[in-house]
């Protein structure tokens, strides 16, 4: 299993999420959660059915 560290790493090298528990690529995404400055994203493994989240959150922004 990779550790939230790692799934973090991994996921922003190659761009593509993954399961932390077996590394499959066949995610579904379930609820979705967004506020102000963040997003809540669950999934689920159809490989594993493992279900993990990730929280993402906005760095910066701009006006035009």
């Given at each position: 299993?990779?550790?939230?560290d790692?799934?973090?790493?991994?996921?922003?090298?190659?761009?593509?999420?993954c399961?932390?528990?077996?590394?499959?690529?066949?995610?579904t995404?379930?609820?979705?959660?967004i506020?102000?400055?963040?997003?809540?994203?669950?999934?689920?493994?159809?490989?594993?059915?493992?279900?993990?989240?990730g929280?993402?959150?906005?760095?910066?922004?701009?006006t035009?």
């Amino acid at each position: 299993m990779l550790d939230p560290d790692e799934w973090k790493a991994r996921v922003i090298a190659e761009g593509v999420t993954c399961c932390p528990a077996c590394e499959s690529t066949e995610i579904t995404l379930g609820a979705t959660a967004i506020g102000v400055m963040t997003i809540h994203q669950e999934y689920i493994c159809e490989h594993c059915q493992h279900t993990f989240s990730g929280l993402f959150a906005l760095v910066t922004w701009y006006t035009t």
